[in-house]
Structures are given as structure tokens and as C-alpha cells.
């Protein structure tokens, strides 16, 4: 089963706009991670936060993270076409990861 | 390329087929994992390894499905008697023990399998 949730599905933005995207999830983490995933290639590795922390930053990108909500955002700031992708949230369950259904955002020159 | 490696990317099959996939992770990561993944939706998680030892199968791993990792390098996926529904990517990831579960699963580019 799937224990985070992406919002919203899908997101089209201009270049140089900002994207957001939130991420939901059921039960208690000790992190949360954000993957990055072009059209049918593999997953990239964006960003990992504790659950001590509440904000993260790498480079364009900033992740919070509120633990009493359950929740997690993604902020890309300055889009650029290379950003077109899907983004996932993860969270660990053991060693395992458990995905949302993504966010596609789509960035028009 | 040091990154995890699938092979083949791409597989077509008749249904009722045996397919096999192979996962080269890195070299020195001793945990690996097999996700599968359907059209708009996130990988669901199918399997691990530590080493040789496979610690955890999905119960979406059904009788049909093995996986294997000898020597505790590469491994192997085989569908057997493959189904329509088996149509998807697979997505195998590596990782180093690290402490707790804050490893970084380093993934690859998926071997996509289509049932005809």
C-alpha cells in the first residue's frame, strides 16, 4: 500500500515560475524523501528530511516538513524546463520505501 | 557509469513466457531492492536484499516471481509464465547500511516490460 499522497497530480507552470507540491502521509516517520523522475527513466534522489527538522534547502529547491499534519512540501523555485518531470515523496517503512502516486509538473519554455 | 545498472531497458514478451532482469548496483552497497511500477502511479516495493540474504518479499511477489543475489553482488529477477498484468517497470535501487533507515536508495533506470 502506498503511504504518502502527492498534490496536487499535476502542475504546469512557466519557466521561472515557482512549483509547489505537497505530500500527506499516515503513519509516524523518522524521515522524508523526495525523488525526481524524467519521462521513463529511473528515480533521482532530491532530498532527504529528518523528523526533527522543519525546513531543508539544496540549491533551488526547499523542503518543510510538518510532522503534527503529517505533511511535506517541495518548493522549486526558478523553474526551468530541465525541471519537467514526476516528483515523489518517500517514506521509510524498515528499509523499504513506500511512494505516492507523484506529481507531474510540466515547465513551458 | 558507477551508478546501478538494469538490464535489458527494454523487454517485450508473449504471455506465458519466462523473462529474467538483471541489477548491477553499486559497487560497494550492500543492501539492493526491486520495485515495480505501473503507469502513473510511484514504485510499490517487491523485495530486499542484505548482502546474499533476501530479507523481505512482498506479498506482491507472487509464486511466479523469484529473485535472487548471489555472492551478494548483482541480482536477478525472473517472472515466469509472465501475464498481461506483469506489464510495468522494474525498478531496482542500492543502498549502503547506514544508520537506522536513512539510507539513500540509489536507484536505476528500470527494465520496462510489456506482455503481449
Known amino acids: 500500500s502506498q503511504q504518502g499522497e502527492e498534490d496536487p497530480q499535476a502542475l504546469s507552470i512557466q519557466e521561472g515560475e515557482n512549483a509547489t507540491m505537497n505530500c500527506s502521509y499516515k503513519?509516524?516517520?523518522?524521515?522524508l524523501q523526495w525523488y525526481r523522475q524524467n519521462s521513463g527513466r529511473g528515480l533521482v534522489h532530491l532530498i532527504l528530511?529528518?523528523?526533527?527538522?522543519r525546513e531543508k534547502h539544496s540549491g533551488r529547491l526547499r523542503v518543510t516538513l510538518d510532522t503534527s499534519k503529517k505533511s511535506s512540501s517541495l518548493l522549486i523555485t526558478a523553474s526551468r524546463a530541465a525541471d519537467t518531470a514526476s516528483y515523489f515523496c518517500?517514506?521509510?517503512?524498515?528499509?523499504?520505501?513506500?511512494f505516492g502516486a507523484g506529481t507531474t509538473v510540466t515547465v513551458r519554455a | 557509469d558507477t551508478g546501478v545498472s538494469q538490464n535489458p531497458r527494454h523487454k517485450i514478451t508473449k504471455r506465458g513466457q519466462n523473462v529474467t532482469f538483471r541489477c548491477d548496483p553499486i559497487?560497494?552497497?550492500?543492501?539492493l531492492y526491486w520495485y515495480r511500477q505501473t503507469l502513473g502511479q510511484g514504485p510499490e516495493f517487491l523485495t530486499y536484499?542484505?548482502?546474499?540474504?533476501?530479507?523481505?518479499k512482498s506479498r506482491l511477489l507472487s509464486d511466479r516471481f523469484s529473485a535472487e543475489r548471489p555472492k551478494g553482488s548483482f541480482s536477478t529477477l525472473e517472472i515466469q509464465r509472465t501475464e498481461q498484468g506483469d506489464s510495468a517497470m522494474y525498478l531496482c535501487?542500492?543502498?549502503?547500511?547506514?544508520?537506522?533507515?536513512?539510507?539513500?536508495?540509489?536507484f536505476g533506470p528500470g527494465t520496462r516490460l510489456t506482455v503481449l
Open positions: 503513519t509516524s516517520i523518522n524521515n
Open positions: 535501487a542500492s543502498s549502503s547500511q547506514g544508520g537506522g533507515n536513512t539510507d539513500t536508495q540509489y
Open positions: 528530511i529528518r523528523s526533527n527538522e
Open positions: 518517500a517514506t521509510p517503512n524498515d528499509y523499504k520505501l513506500s
Open positions: 559497487s560497494e552497497h550492500n543492501r
Open positions: 536484499f542484505q548482502n546474499e540474504a533476501q530479507l523481505e
